[in-house]
Every structure is written in C-alpha cells, then in structure tokens.
C-alpha cells in the first residue's frame, strides 16, 4: 500500500518502511541497539528523571473547560515533582497557578481536588489568600514580628495554555516558552477543534504498579494491538494487507512524536457497535473528510487512517481523530507506580442517538485499554528478577526507542535538539 505525503514524496506506509526503507533509517541517531532493563527499575535513575526532567518541563494539568468561571479551581498533586499545584481562574479571567503550601506554617493551603471560591484560607490558622495569590488576611496580625505581607503570598508557578490545554512547569524560571517547547507539533495541530470536541468528556484514574515508562511505552506502539488486544478489535486495526497494523507514518521531533494509525473500515462490528456507529462512530469510521483536517492531523492524507497518535513529552498524549480525541496523562509515584488518567472527548450530542453512541464509545475505550493494563504489573513484577539486561525493539516501536533516547539526554544534561543538527525537524521520507 502507498501513500503520498504532503510535500509530494511517496511512502510505502503499511509494510514498516519508508520508500523501501524501515523507520529507524531516517534517525540513525537513535541506533537499533537494545534498550537496557535497568531503566525501569533503577531508584537511582528515577531519582535524576525528577530533578533533571519533570522539574525542568511543561506538563499537562488539565484543561480550561475545567474552569469556567472566575473563582473555579482545581488541585493537582504531582509527587514526580515533590509538590501540589492549585490552578485557578482569576477574577480578570486568566489562568494561575501555585504551589498549594501555606507562607505560615507550610500546611496544604486546599486539601479538596477542586471547587469555588473567592479567597483561598488555610485550614490551620486562617491565612487567606486572594485569587491572584497575593495575602489578604492574618488574624491577630499585629502579634507577628516585621510581617512583609507582599512578600508572603502564594508561591506562584508558571502556566500556559496551549489550544486549551493548560501546562504548568514548576521551574522558577523555565528555560522557554510553553509554545518553544511544544515546537513544530504544536504548531501542526493548530486548527484542530480541541474546543468544539471537549463539550462531553469522560475520565478514568488508576494508580498501576509499574515504573511510568512501562506504562507510556506500552502506548507509543500498535505493534501489540493484533495480538493483546485480538478479542476487543479482532480486525479494527489490521487487514489482510495490513496485518501486523503497521503505522501509516511516523514523524519525531526534538522531544514528541507522532504516528499515523491504519484502520481497517471494512471491519465488522457487532451487532450493539453497528447500531452505535449509526449515530457517530468512535475512531474507525469511513466518513471523515480529509478537508475538515489540519496539516498535523494524518499528514499523509491517507484515506486508511483513523487517528493520530501525539505523544508530548515526558508525559502527556493527545491522540486525535475526525469527531473526538483522547489523553492519556502518566504521573510517576515511585520508581514502581504511576498515577494513570485517561479522558475521552466527544462534542456535545444532539441527539439520544449521538448521546448513545459516544457511551458506547467511552466504554468500548475502558475494555480496550484494560486490556493494555493487565500487561503494566505483570511486566513490571518480573523487571527486577534480573533474568533480562536488556530489550529489543522492533522497527515500529520507533516512538519508544525516541522517548529514551531524550529521557537519557536530559538526565545526562545532553540539549535534545542535538538530535536534529540540520533543521531541528523531522528527517524526511525522501
């Protein structure tokens, strides 16, 4: 099978190469060798990924429909980061954040996950504080000692929103910019209707005991999909021509990636799925129209594609289609537990039919990604028997392979754009 890209070059898409060749030739920095063992159970190695990448990054908090009028305020507890953020929308309108401890005593100034309020008043003594972080009350002030209230506010941290999607980086002076730091896939996805498909979402939260790598890698390829997951999507992503479900295209960048996933529309759907995909189909669907897509968004225009996946590192995955997408968030808690959360988006239903459909969606997902989940703990259980020292990788799991290759240049202080001395873009598929 062939496809023509964009910029007029042909890819031959579904047999693992690119015109002839496999994906890993177009990044010969990244090499083929084994991916060591070492990487997923080290406490060591956990311990530089916290202080050299997750403390120095923009990560993904949530989203702005999140907090729709001023006063709004969710928490995020990133343990990765040694911290807990409140995010909140002002009385102006716009976004900020803090960290959550109180300039008295240190106590965790909001101990809920989210709310409402004007004034944020610490529990322990009643320091308030107002929207904007700045301190506003102290009882019986007068019994401090040379108080300098303008320097006692909440601690603040810095926030940006990308196409609705709020980041935060807890860097008291990050090294770039959120738009800098998300590049040319940010700026490829711009125009896709982030706000228009967030009206209905759906979320789960799960905390797996496997090292945060085991768990993202395990979403960073389809390579496993005809075999893990041949009950729940027998023929959704592979085909006679393509039975292995090799990617349509890959494209890496700096620090993320992306890959184009094949769907087979010719599958058939159970009885329940067809009468669901009537009113809107999740993912696989014959009726999406090419035009209605960005440049970033199946850049091949290849007519068997159903989604795209995104992945912005270190931790964070949007993965988009034509009529709803979805996120996958991966927090490291220790070296063996991560903190997963899976949303799905759909736009808003205007009819029962639309409404039924996008249910069926949401839990067809739950079943599919379950499916995924068995396989984090049971990995991760048997990585310190020491039996293995190492792993290979296959030519589709070109994004895993990436991924480590950044984790191991942060953690060694090595610029990640090193990795791409000509352009600081994709190497073509020329």
């Given amino acids: 099978m062939t496809a023509t890209a964009t910029n007029g070059s042909v890819s031959t898409a579904t047999n693992g190469k690119a015109n002839g060749r496999k994906w890993h030739d177009k990044y010969p920095h990244l090499g083929k060798g084994p991916l060591p063992a070492n990487v997923f159970i080290s406490e060591e190695q956990f311990q530089l990924e916290r202080e050299r990448i997750f403390k120095k990054v923009w990560l993904n908090v949530g989203r702005v429909e999140q907090l729709p009028k001023p006063g709004d305020y969710f928490v995020q507890d990133i343990a990765m980061c040694q911290t807990s953020v409140i995010v909140v929308r002002s009385k102006d309108g716009s976004i900020h954040a803090f960290h959550n401890i109180c300039s008295h005593r240190g106590n965790k100034v909001v101990w809920n996950k989210q709310g409402s309020c004007q004034v944020f008043t610490c529990k322990f003594h009643n320091w308030s504080y107002a929207l904007d972080?700045?301190?506003?009350?102290?009882?019986?002030?007068?019994?401090?000692?040379?108080?300098?209230?303008?320097?006692?506010?909440?601690?603040?941290?810095?926030?940006?929103?990308?196409?609705?999607?709020?980041?935060?980086?807890?860097?008291?002076?990050?090294?770039?910019?959120?738009?800098?730091?998300?590049?040319?896939?940010?700026?490829?996805?711009?125009?896709?209707?982030?706000?228009?498909?967030?009206?209905?979402?759906?979320?789960?939260?799960?905390?797996?005991?496997?090292?945060?790598?085991?768990?993202?890698?395990?979403?960073?390829?389809?390579?496993?999909?005809?075999?893990?997951?041949?009950?729940?999507?027998?023929?959704?992503?592979?085909?006679k021509a393509n039975p292995y479900a090799h990617a349509l295209h890959m494209q890496l960048f700096p620090r993320h990636a992306r890959a184009s996933v094949f769907g087979n529309a010719d599958f058939a759907p159970s009885p329940v799925a067809a009468l669901a995909f009537r009113y809107g189909a999740f993912l696989i669907r014959q009726d999406f129209s090419l035009s209605n897509l960005p440049a970033g968004v199946n850049p091949l225009r290849d007519k068997t594609w159903t989604l795209d996946l995104n992945t912005i590192f270190p931790c964070f995955f949007v993965d988009v289609s034509e009529g709803s997408y979805f996120t996958h968030q991966f927090w490291p808690v220790a070296v063996d537990r991560t903190l997963w959360k899976s949303t799905q988006y759909f736009p808003r239903a205007k009819t029962p039919g639309q409404r039924f459909s996008q249910e069926y969606g949401h839990v067809f997902f739950r079943d599919v990604i379950l499916e995924d989940g068995r396989t984090f703990e049971e990995t991760q259980s048997v990585l310190s028997s020491g039996a293995k020292k190492s792993f290979v990788l296959h030519d589709e799991e070109l994004l895993v392979r990436h991924s480590h290759h950044v984790v191991e240049q942060m953690i060694k202080g090595q610029p990640v754009d090193a990795v791409f001395p000509t352009t600081g873009k994709e190497a073509s598929h020329a």
């Avoid at 940006?160 to 709020?166: A, D």
């Avoid at 905390?207 to 959704?236: C, G, T």
């Fill in 133 to 239: 972080g700045r301190l506003r009350y102290i009882p019986d002030e007068e019994s401090f000692f040379d108080l300098k209230k303008d320097e006692l506010g909440l601690t603040p941290v810095a926030v940006e929103v990308w196409e609705g999607f709020i980041f935060i980086n807890v860097d008291p002076q990050p090294q770039e910019s959120l738009q800098d730091y998300l590049g040319e896939l940010g700026t490829s996805l711009h125009g896709y209707p982030f706000a228009e498909f967030s009206a209905t979402s759906g979320s789960w939260t799960t905390e797996v005991k496997a090292n945060w790598k085991v768990v993202k890698d395990a979403f960073q390829e389809i390579y496993h999909v005809p075999f893990l997951h041949r009950r729940s999507v027998p023929d959704s992503f592979t085909s």
